[in-house]
């Protein structure tokens, strides 16, 4: 099988020390993920780092720029496992400029206060991150 594609999102938090707010992202595309809820992210580029790909999509994806804050370990090397094709990246970021719009590939977005966390219906994948940020 070919080598999983390595995937990077970010958890926005409205205070990288305290966070109390996070930002939830619906997908409209592909049809299979269409309105399922996720950190907004997308595929690492060939030549990018993947904080490189990180702020790229950051920017498509929602106009914003972000200040990263630490990485958010998963349990496959540091990664989260979402399918048998993909990996995923996560950090915890701020927004330092911009407002942040569903520019491209999501309908809406929600800033999520910690008591209704399980109020969207997540990606499968994402579910493991959200309640690992539970703690925070
Ligand atoms: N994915 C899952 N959770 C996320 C992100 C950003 C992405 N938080 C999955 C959905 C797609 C794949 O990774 O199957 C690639 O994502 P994208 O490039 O379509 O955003
Ligand atoms: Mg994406």
Do not use: C, N
Not at 5 to 14: K, N, S
Not at 96 to 114: N, Q, V, Y
Request: hydrophobic share 45%.
């Amino acid at each position: 099988m070919a080598a999983p594609i390595l995937v990077v999102a970010a958890a926005l938090v409205d205070d990288l020390d305290r966070p109390a707010r996070l930002l939830a992202a619906r997908r409209t595309r592909p049809a299979a993920l269409s309105g399922r809820w996720e950190f907004p992210g997308g595929k690492v580029d060939h030549g990018e780092t993947p904080v490189q790909a990180l702020h790229r999509e950051l920017r498509e994806e929602l106009g914003v720029t972000a200040e990263l804050g630490r990485e958010v370990p998963g349990p496959d090397d540091g990664a989260w496992p979402l399918t048998d094709r993909y990996r995923m990246r996560l950090w915890l970021g701020r927004i330092t400029e911009g407002h942040p719009e569903p520019l491209e590939d999501h309908d809406e977005l929600r800033w999520l206060a910690t008591a209704e966390l399980g109020d969207v219906d997540w990606l499968e994948g994402d579910l493991p991150i959200v309640a690992a940020l539970r703690g925070l």
